[in-house]
Protein backbone atom coordinates (compact mmCIF):
# COMPACT_ATOMS: atom_id res chain seq x y z
CA UNK A 1 0.00 0.00 0.00
CA UNK A 2 2.51 2.34 1.16
CA UNK A 3 4.47 2.19 -2.34
CA UNK A 4 1.21 3.03 -4.24
CA UNK A 5 0.46 5.85 -2.19
CA UNK A 6 3.68 7.24 -2.88
CA UNK A 7 3.46 7.16 -6.70
CA UNK A 8 0.26 8.95 -6.28
CA UNK A 9 2.04 11.48 -3.93
CA UNK A 10 4.52 12.26 -6.47
CA UNK A 11 1.98 12.55 -9.24
CA UNK A 12 -0.35 14.91 -7.30
CA UNK A 13 2.51 17.08 -6.33
CA UNK A 14 3.48 17.58 -9.47
CA UNK A 15 0.90 18.21 -10.76
CA UNK A 16 0.33 20.81 -7.88
CA UNK A 17 3.50 22.68 -8.73
CA UNK A 18 2.09 23.01 -12.69
CA UNK A 19 -1.09 24.23 -11.85
CA UNK A 20 0.84 26.94 -9.13
CA UNK A 21 3.89 27.98 -11.36
CA UNK A 22 3.64 27.01 -15.44
CA UNK A 23 -0.84 26.97 -15.99
CA UNK A 24 -3.13 29.89 -15.74
CA UNK A 25 -6.82 29.93 -14.77
CA UNK A 26 -9.10 27.94 -17.24
CA UNK A 27 -5.87 26.15 -18.63
CA UNK A 28 -6.24 22.22 -19.57
CA UNK A 29 -3.52 20.25 -17.16
CA UNK A 30 -1.74 16.97 -19.17
CA UNK A 31 -3.83 14.17 -20.55
CA UNK A 32 -3.77 10.69 -18.45
CA UNK A 33 -1.66 8.85 -21.12
CA UNK A 34 0.85 11.54 -21.13
CA UNK A 35 1.08 11.50 -17.20
CA UNK A 36 1.08 7.47 -16.96
CA UNK A 37 4.23 7.57 -19.12
CA UNK A 38 5.93 10.39 -17.67
CA UNK A 39 5.71 8.82 -13.97
CA UNK A 40 5.17 4.75 -15.29
CA UNK A 41 2.04 4.32 -13.75
CA UNK A 42 -1.40 3.29 -13.42
CA UNK A 43 -4.39 5.35 -14.95
CA UNK A 44 -5.84 4.70 -11.72
CA UNK A 45 -3.01 6.20 -10.03
CA UNK A 46 -3.13 9.53 -12.16
CA UNK A 47 -6.82 9.49 -11.85
CA UNK A 48 -6.44 9.10 -7.94
CA UNK A 49 -3.89 12.11 -8.23
CA UNK A 50 -6.31 14.63 -9.84
CA UNK A 51 -9.50 13.51 -7.97
CA UNK A 52 -6.92 14.49 -4.43
CA UNK A 53 -6.25 18.29 -6.51
CA UNK A 54 -10.40 18.16 -7.68
CA UNK A 55 -11.30 17.62 -3.97
CA UNK A 56 -8.74 20.21 -2.93
CA UNK A 57 -10.01 22.93 -5.53
CA UNK A 58 -7.02 23.35 -7.63
CA UNK A 59 -8.37 21.46 -10.84
CA UNK A 60 -12.33 21.45 -11.92
CA UNK A 61 -13.59 18.72 -14.57
CA UNK A 62 -15.91 20.17 -16.99
CA UNK A 63 -17.76 17.07 -18.63
CA UNK A 64 -16.82 16.10 -22.47
CA UNK A 65 -14.17 18.72 -22.41
CA UNK A 66 -11.34 17.48 -19.63
CA UNK A 67 -10.15 19.02 -16.45
CA UNK A 68 -8.63 22.63 -15.61
CA UNK A 69 -6.91 24.99 -13.50
CA UNK A 70 -9.49 26.20 -11.19
CA UNK A 71 -9.71 29.97 -9.94
CA UNK A 72 -7.78 30.80 -6.37
CA UNK A 73 -9.12 30.47 -3.35
CA UNK A 74 -9.11 33.31 -0.70
CA UNK A 75 -7.03 33.33 2.14
CA UNK A 76 -7.47 33.48 5.36
CA UNK A 77 -4.94 34.55 8.37
CA UNK A 78 -4.70 32.53 10.90
CA UNK A 79 -2.93 30.99 14.45
CA UNK A 80 -2.35 28.18 15.79
CA UNK A 81 -1.08 26.11 18.80
CA UNK A 82 1.37 23.71 17.65
CA UNK A 83 0.66 19.69 17.35
CA UNK A 84 2.12 18.64 20.66
CA UNK A 85 0.78 21.39 22.20
CA UNK A 86 -2.91 20.88 20.98
CA UNK A 87 -2.99 17.14 21.38
CA UNK A 88 -1.29 17.48 25.35
CA UNK A 89 -3.81 19.51 25.96
CA UNK A 90 -6.31 17.46 24.98
CA UNK A 91 -4.57 14.96 27.21
CA UNK A 92 -3.17 13.01 24.35
CA UNK A 93 -0.02 12.25 23.34
CA UNK A 94 1.59 13.01 19.98
CA UNK A 95 3.58 9.94 18.13
CA UNK A 96 4.17 9.79 14.10
CA UNK A 97 4.67 7.19 11.35
CA UNK A 98 6.90 8.29 8.87
CA UNK A 99 6.11 7.52 5.21
CA UNK A 100 9.23 9.13 3.48
CA UNK A 101 12.76 11.07 4.80
CA UNK A 102 15.27 11.79 2.21
CA UNK A 103 17.32 14.60 0.53
CA UNK A 104 15.46 15.78 -2.50
CA UNK A 105 15.61 18.83 -5.30
CA UNK A 106 13.49 21.26 -4.60
CA UNK A 107 10.40 21.37 -6.83
CA UNK A 108 9.70 25.19 -7.94
CA UNK A 109 6.38 25.58 -6.06
CA UNK A 110 8.99 24.40 -2.51
CA UNK A 111 12.14 26.58 -3.90
CA UNK A 112 9.51 29.18 -4.20
CA UNK A 113 8.35 28.68 -0.53
CA UNK A 114 11.70 28.28 0.71
CA UNK A 115 12.92 31.40 -1.76
CA UNK A 116 15.52 28.56 -3.10
CA UNK A 117 16.59 28.19 -7.02
CA UNK A 118 14.82 25.08 -8.58
CA UNK A 119 16.48 22.03 -8.06
CA UNK A 120 18.05 22.82 -5.02
CA UNK A 121 18.43 20.42 -2.31
CA UNK A 122 16.11 20.21 0.67
CA UNK A 123 15.30 17.88 3.35
CA UNK A 124 12.07 15.99 2.76
CA UNK A 125 9.57 14.76 5.58
CA UNK A 126 6.47 12.96 4.77
CA UNK A 127 4.70 11.63 8.39
CA UNK A 128 1.11 10.64 9.41
CA UNK A 129 1.26 12.90 12.85
CA UNK A 130 -1.38 10.64 15.77
CA UNK A 131 -2.83 11.13 18.89
CA UNK A 132 -2.85 8.26 21.10
CA UNK A 133 -2.19 5.99 18.26
CA UNK A 134 -5.30 7.46 16.35
CA UNK A 135 -4.28 9.18 13.28
CA UNK A 136 -4.94 12.70 13.17
CA UNK A 137 -3.02 14.70 10.24
CA UNK A 138 -0.61 14.17 7.31
CA UNK A 139 2.17 16.27 6.71
CA UNK A 140 4.70 17.04 4.44
CA UNK A 141 8.05 19.23 5.36
CA UNK A 142 10.68 20.76 3.43
CA UNK A 143 14.03 22.35 4.89
CA UNK A 144 17.25 24.04 2.94
CA UNK A 145 19.54 21.48 3.47
CA UNK A 146 22.35 23.70 3.24
CA UNK A 147 20.66 25.60 5.95
CA UNK A 148 20.83 22.31 8.26
CA UNK A 149 23.34 19.98 7.08
CA UNK A 150 22.77 16.24 8.00
CA UNK A 151 19.55 17.07 8.97
CA UNK A 152 18.46 13.29 8.26
CA UNK A 153 21.60 11.71 8.84
CA UNK A 154 20.42 9.65 11.46
CA UNK A 155 16.63 9.20 9.84
CA UNK A 156 13.67 11.32 11.00
CA UNK A 157 14.33 13.62 13.77
CA UNK A 158 12.36 14.07 16.90
CA UNK A 159 11.40 17.65 16.27
CA UNK A 160 12.18 19.61 13.13
CA UNK A 161 11.78 22.72 14.86
CA UNK A 162 13.98 21.33 18.03
CA UNK A 163 16.73 20.38 15.34
CA UNK A 164 16.54 24.49 13.90
CA UNK A 165 16.87 25.77 17.67
CA UNK A 166 19.32 23.79 18.47
CA UNK A 167 21.46 24.90 15.40
CA UNK A 168 20.62 28.69 15.85
CA UNK A 169 17.61 29.25 14.05
CA UNK A 170 14.86 29.95 16.51
CA UNK A 171 11.55 29.67 14.15
CA UNK A 172 9.67 33.21 15.36
CA UNK A 173 6.85 33.75 12.71
CA UNK A 174 5.00 32.34 9.74
CA UNK A 175 2.72 32.22 7.14
CA UNK A 176 -0.58 29.88 6.51
CA UNK A 177 -3.19 29.72 4.41
CA UNK A 178 -6.12 27.06 5.23
CA UNK A 179 -8.55 26.06 3.20
CA UNK A 180 -11.91 23.44 4.16
CA UNK A 181 -11.82 20.47 1.83
CA UNK A 182 -12.85 16.71 1.37
CA UNK A 183 -10.06 13.70 1.75
CA UNK A 184 -9.26 11.77 -1.32
CA UNK A 185 -9.26 8.21 -0.93
CA UNK A 186 -5.37 7.27 -0.35
CA UNK A 187 -5.22 10.47 2.84
CA UNK A 188 -8.24 8.92 4.02
CA UNK A 189 -7.14 5.76 4.27
CA UNK A 190 -3.87 6.44 5.95
CA UNK A 191 -6.17 9.00 8.10
CA UNK A 192 -8.88 6.12 8.67
CA UNK A 193 -11.85 8.23 7.44
CA UNK A 194 -13.77 7.15 4.74
CA UNK A 195 -13.19 8.94 1.23
CA UNK A 196 -15.15 12.56 1.22
CA UNK A 197 -14.82 13.08 4.44
CA UNK A 198 -14.17 17.04 5.79
CA UNK A 199 -10.70 17.82 6.11
CA UNK A 200 -8.47 21.42 6.78
CA UNK A 201 -5.78 22.04 4.69
CA UNK A 202 -2.55 24.13 5.72
CA UNK A 203 0.08 25.22 4.50
CA UNK A 204 3.11 27.02 6.05
CA UNK A 205 6.15 28.90 5.31
CA UNK A 206 7.73 28.97 8.80
CA UNK A 207 11.09 31.79 9.41
CA UNK A 208 13.48 32.11 11.55
CA UNK A 209 14.02 36.19 11.27
CA UNK A 210 14.30 36.61 7.92
CA UNK A 211 15.20 33.12 6.83
CA UNK A 212 12.95 30.90 5.23
CA UNK A 213 13.58 27.85 7.70
CA UNK A 214 10.35 25.41 6.33
CA UNK A 215 7.87 24.78 4.41
CA UNK A 216 4.94 22.67 5.10
CA UNK A 217 1.68 20.97 3.59
CA UNK A 218 -0.93 19.40 5.62
CA UNK A 219 -4.14 17.54 6.16
CA UNK A 220 -6.25 17.52 9.34
CA UNK A 221 -8.97 15.68 10.32
CA UNK A 222 -12.03 18.20 10.74
CA UNK A 223 -13.69 16.03 12.67
CA UNK A 224 -11.03 16.18 15.73
CA UNK A 225 -8.85 19.68 15.10
CA UNK A 226 -10.03 22.83 15.89
CA UNK A 227 -8.51 26.01 14.60
CA UNK A 228 -8.43 29.25 16.56
CA UNK A 229 -8.91 32.14 14.49
CA UNK A 230 -8.13 35.74 15.81
CA UNK A 231 -10.11 38.31 14.56
CA UNK A 232 -9.24 42.22 13.77
CA UNK A 233 -10.64 45.05 12.15
CA UNK A 234 -9.78 45.09 8.71
CA UNK A 235 -7.00 46.83 6.83
CA UNK A 236 -7.38 49.58 4.16
CA UNK A 237 -7.70 48.26 0.59
CA UNK A 238 -5.17 48.48 -1.49
CA UNK A 239 -6.66 47.29 -4.59
CA UNK A 240 -10.28 48.13 -6.28
CA UNK A 241 -12.84 46.11 -4.58
CA UNK A 242 -14.13 44.29 -7.46
CA UNK A 243 -10.29 43.18 -8.02
CA UNK A 244 -9.06 42.66 -4.49
CA UNK A 245 -8.62 38.87 -3.10
CA UNK A 246 -9.39 38.59 1.08
CA UNK A 247 -5.32 37.70 1.57
CA UNK A 248 -3.44 38.17 4.97
CA UNK A 249 0.26 36.95 6.02
CA UNK A 250 -0.30 35.19 9.63
CA UNK A 251 3.02 36.47 11.66
CA UNK A 252 1.77 34.17 14.59
CA UNK A 253 4.34 32.11 16.31
CA UNK A 254 5.15 28.74 14.80
CA UNK A 255 1.82 26.43 15.03
CA UNK A 256 0.29 23.09 14.16
CA UNK A 257 2.40 21.92 11.26
CA UNK A 258 4.81 24.91 12.13
CA UNK A 259 5.22 23.98 15.50
CA UNK A 260 8.18 22.77 17.70
CA UNK A 261 5.75 19.45 18.33
CA UNK A 262 4.98 19.03 14.68
CA UNK A 263 8.12 20.10 12.68
Same mark, same amino acid.
Given at each position: ??????????????????????????? *?????? !? $???????????????????????????????????????????? #? $????????? #??????????????????????????? +????????????????????? *????????? *??????????????????????? +????????? !?? *??????????????????? !??? $??????????????? #???????????????????????????????????????????????
Amino acid at each position: MRHSVLKYVRVRDYLRSLVTHELAVGD *AIPSER !V $LCERFGVSRMTVRQAVDALVVEGLLQREQGRGTFVAPSKMDLEV #R $LASFGEEMR #RRGMEPSSTVLTVEEVAASPDVADALE +LVPGERVHYLHRVRHADGEPM *AIEQTWVPA *ALVPGLLADGAPESIYGELRRRG +LDPDWGEDT !VA *ASEVDSQDATLLGLRPGAA !VLR $LARRTFAGDVACAYS #RSSYRADRYVLWVPLRAPRPAIAPRAEQQLTTAGHGGPATDGGEESQ
